[in-house]
Structure formats: C-alpha cells, structure tokens
C-alpha cells in the first residue's frame, strides 16, 4: 500500500505533493484507498512515480489495495480490491464468481478488513445454504402432494 510504503520510507505526503506538483489531496485519496488508481491519469502516476524515484508499475502495485484471506471454514480463497471508495469481496463458491460490495472505504473499515470480508462471505454462503434448503423443502413438498394425489 502506498500509505505503507511512504512510511516506511519516512517519506510524507505533502513533500511527495510538494516535488510532484500532484494536490495533496489527491495524493491522499490515492494513498488511502479513496481513488481507484485504474481511474487516474496516466500523467498524474507519472509525476508520483518519477518523484518516488520508481517504476509506474511499482507504483500502481503500491496502489492497488488487494489483500487476500484464505477461509479455511469454506475452504475459500477471497481478493479485498477496493473499486470507486469502496471495498469488496472477490471470491468463487459453489462454481460461481462473485463480487460483493463490503463497506466504503475509511481508517476504520480499513482496520477491520478481514473481519467485515469474513462477514461478507458468510452472508453469502448463508444465503446459498437457505435457497439450497428451501429447494430441498419444496421439491419433497410437490413430491408428497404427487405422492398424495396419485393414492386418492
């Protein structure tokens, strides 16, 4: 993460806006998430990368936020990517893709990513698991009432 690298650097955002001619507040929505670096300029990450003294390719995987958890209770595999101020969960489950929205993003949701993911996943798989009962249900309901009409 961006945010990361800059600290860990000793590296402050204002001097980064300062020397790239980038407004600081553009630099801080990019380096916190708020800005989907796929939707700035390409001469915007030119000057960051140039004034970092790196590659826009390092650059852009500073930028994008992608964590990723392993589930180990459905045995799934899930990809935090944050799209337009928001996070979302990317995972596969029972053959099918899925992309959900979690939460927007801010220092307070950014801190709990793993739990609000994990949440996010379970409401899916939940919501799976009562539309694969409810079948069972009314399939042995329209078996029983065939069953009961062909006796009468």
């Not at 690298?5 to 407004?23: F, R």
């Not at 379970?122 to 079948?135: Q, Y």
Request: glycine share 4%; hydrophobic share 35%.
């Amino acid at each position: 993460m961006l945010k990361d690298y800059l600290k860990q650097k000793n590296i402050s955002m204002y001097s980064v806006a300062e020397k790239s001619g980038v407004p600081y507040s553009t630099l801080n929505d990019l380096a916190n998430g708020r800005v989907d670096v796929d939707n700035c300029k390409v001469s915007l990450l030119r000057l960051i990368a140039a004034t970092l003294e790196m590659s826009m390719d390092e650059l852009y995987g500073l930028c994008r936020e992608n964590r990723r958890y392993i589930l180990d209770r459905y045995g799934i595999v899930v990809n935090v990517i944050v799209k337009d101020k928001d996070y979302y969960a990317e995972f596969d489950y029972q053959g099918e893709h899925v992309c959900t929205r979690i939460c927007p993003v801010n220092d307070d949701t950014t801190r709990f990513i793993k739990d609000l993911a994990e949440w996010s996943v379970d409401d899916h798989v939940n919501d799976k698991e009562w539309e694969r009962i409810n079948e069972i249900f009314f399939n042995e309901k329209r078996r029983c009432a065939a069953d009961t009409g062909d006796e009468q």
